[in-house]
């Protein structure tokens, strides 16, 4: 029989007992509060239905909620052992409460599934916020209440992509981290090509006539298509102007498609200039090396 365990399949389940790079006592008796919750238990098995038994999508359910949150909680715990700073206490909560924030959010995060998969997000948040009314009056006061409640809704919310976190949380800023990093990797990648240059030279082709122009200079293969394009637009200042509106839209691109639909199948829009950019490209890459 394969061997299904939590570790022979990579994962890193949360182990309360364990030692944690946080406060871990307060998120320990939540998570033995959702394990004994009729309710919450009810609602991650009901979830699974819209997405599995009905679009035979993948799994939404208890063993989905489960991995989330231990990974989630894992990696809180890496980051607070590399010092990254959380922001909940912006709300006056103590350091206790973030791994709270962290482990609810990851239970309750898809139970909008049981009413569609769609947008299942904005159903998750009304239905959550009434469990979490529930749950938390049980370990906090009204006003620490509200606030674990709003900051955990928060995180729901931003899993799906089309919304923006507010908490630095969700980051790490470019500067400094991945400015060093890249401080770090350039010279690295820098010595390695020249490495290779030096180890294997490229070889130099028949010394250029100054005073004979080749005919017919044919640009590397990845340049054919623009040469093409080149060739085709009689006015020159024209065909360059061409290829610098195409790369400006390519650069523009992801400020240009700002829909919300995530699933390129559902947009036959995209599908469409998708693959008639790569037919046209193959085209004109294949016209300029037979012409
Ligand atoms: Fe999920
Ligand atoms: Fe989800």
Same mark, same amino acid.
């Given at each position: 029989m394969p061997d299904t365990s939590d570790e022979s399949l990579? *994962?890193?389940?949360?182990? @309360?007992?364990? /030692?944690?790079?946080?406060?871990? !006592?307060?998120?320990? /008796?939540? *998570?033995?509060?959702?394990?004994? /919750?009729?309710e919450i238990q009810a609602y991650l098995e009901a979830q699974n239905v819209n997405p599995v038994s009905r679009l035979r999508y993948n799994d939404h359910g208890t063993k989905h909620v489960e991995i989330v949150r231990d990974r989630a909680l894992c990696l809180y715990d890496l980051l607070k052992r590399g010092g990254v700073a959380f922001n909940a206490r912006d709300q006056g909560l103590e350091e206790a409460d973030e791994a709270v924030i962290i482990a609810l959010a990851a239970t309750l995060h898809d139970i909008g599934h049981v009413v569609h998969r769609d947008r299942h997000t904005y159903y998750s948040i009304p239905l959550a916020a009434d469990v979490l009314d529930r749950v938390l009056s049980g370990?906090?006061?009204?006003?620490a209440a509200l606030r674990v409640k709003g900051e955990t809704l928060h995180a729901i919310l931003c899993h799906h992509t089309a919304e923006t976190p507010l908490t630095r949380d969700n980051s790490i800023p470019f500067y400094p981290h991945h400015v060093l990093k890249e401080m770090v990797v350039f010279p690295f990648f820098f010595l +390695?090509?020249?490495?290779?240059?030096? +180890?294997? @030279?490229? !070889?130099?082709? !028949? %010394?250029?006539?100054? *005073?004979?122009?080749?005919e017919g200079i044919k640009p590397e293969w990845y340049f054919l298509a623009p040469y093409q394009m080149l060739k085709l637009v009689p006015n020159k200042f024209l065909g360059i102007s061409l290829q610098l509106v195409l790369v400006g839209i390519? &650069?523009?691109? @992801?400020? +240009? /498609?700002?829909?919300? !639909?995530d699933n390129i *199948? %559902?947009?036959? &829009?995209? &599908? &469409?200039?998708?693959f008639g950019s790569l037919v046209i490209w193959t085209i004109l890459t294949l016209w300029g090396k037979y012409s």
């Open positions: 990579g *994962l890193q389940p949360y182990r @309360p007992d364990e /030692d944690h790079a946080f406060p871990d !006592e307060r998120v320990n /008796d939540v *998570l033995e509060f959702v394990g004994n /919750d009729a370990f906090y006061d009204v006003g +390695l090509l020249v490495g290779i240059v030096i +180890l294997f @030279p490229p !070889e130099l082709g !028949e %010394k250029a006539n100054p *005073l004979s122009t080749p390519f &650069l523009l691109w @992801p400020f +240009l /498609d700002t829909g919300r !639909e *199948l %559902k947009r036959p &829009l995209m &599908l &469409l200039i998708f």
